[in-house]
């Protein structure tokens, strides 16, 4: 099984994951910078000012599309980073090539195993704020148990998805029999995810309800994104190292996926 001490030193190791950090960051923080415009500008909706909010989004619409590539290439890194680490490989994965259909198809797996967890743990936490009816210590210790349960199904759903090459593969069942095999091992990459996940959401309500001045967001948002970048890195090394201490078990790698690069036994020149 992975350490956390190792996942946590990973992304530090080799030049891949210092360069994302070093050239990502200022990309993200350009592209979701005027997020707190918008939030200025849509403020008037609230008083029925809807002429601005259609005069003003679709301004934001180039924006949106530029972050959503950008960020869609940064996931497909972390996908093989997960890779890389399941098939037992300590150096960081290249970077992969910009490919519009590559990077809408990693989406659309994250998309998907979000949604499943969202899924598998969306009605019990909504029944549980039902019954509970306010905030209790009884009530945190649930929904907080069911944060984690969705989280962990998440994360396993996303390797499947990746690993298999399909979304069909982030099924209940493939999900569920991976997480049973494993067992009682992987509550700490279940532990790991729900602590990066609510990490990262309390940064997003800090930025957006916390800090005072606008020089506070931005200077922090650039701070917001290296987190993240940090975080994306040590789940996906957990999870991919997981899954190499109990590749017996599992048994889920037939080939190495045709999307997923190597740094092994590639060529540095052409002529080489």
Not at 2 to 18: A, F, K, M, T, V
Not at 103 to 115: C, F, N, Q, T
Not at 192 to 197: H, T, W
Not at 228 to 234: D, E
């Amino acid at each position: 099984m992975p350490g956390i001490g190792e996942c946590l030193l990973y992304q530090l190791s080799d030049g891949p994951g210092l360069g994302l950090f070093v050239l990502f960051p200022p990309v993200l923080w350009i592209f979701s910078l005027p997020v707190f415009d918008l939030i200025a500008i849509m403020q008037p909706l609230t008083k029925g000012n809807w002429a601005l909010g259609l005069l003003v989004l679709p301004i934001f619409l180039p924006l949106l599309f530029g972050f959503a590539m950008i960020f869609g290439y940064v996931l497909l890194f972390f996908g093989h980073i997960l890779v890389a680490s399941a098939v037992g490989e300590n150096d960081h994965p290249r970077w992969p090539e910009w490919l519009p259909s590559e990077i809408s198809e990693g989406i659309g797996r994250w998309a998907w195993a979000v949604l499943f967890g969202v899924a598998m743990i969306g009605l019990p936490t909504f029944a549980c704020w039902k019954y509970f009816g306010k905030t209790t210590w009884l009530s945190g210790i649930v929904i907080g148990s069911l944060f984690l349960v969705g989280a962990g199904m998440a994360q396993m759903a996303l390797a499947a998805a990746l690993v298999h090459e399909t979304v069909i593969a982030a099924n209940p069942y493939t999900v569920g029999v991976a997480i049973f095999r494993i067992g009682w091992r992987y509550a700490i990459p279940c532990v790991v995810g729900s602590v990066a996940l609510a990490t990262i959401g309390l940064g997003v309500y800090g930025l957006l309800f916390r800090l005072p001045k606008m020089w506070m967001e931005a200077v922090s948002l650039w701070g917001f994104w290296v987190l993240v970048l940090y975080l994306g890195m040590v789940v996906m090394r957990m999870v991919g190292l997981t899954y190499h201490a109990h590749a017996v078990d599992l048994v889920w790698f037939r080939r190495r996926p045709r999307w997923a690069s190597t740094r092994l036994h590639t060529q540095i020149y052409a002529n080489s």
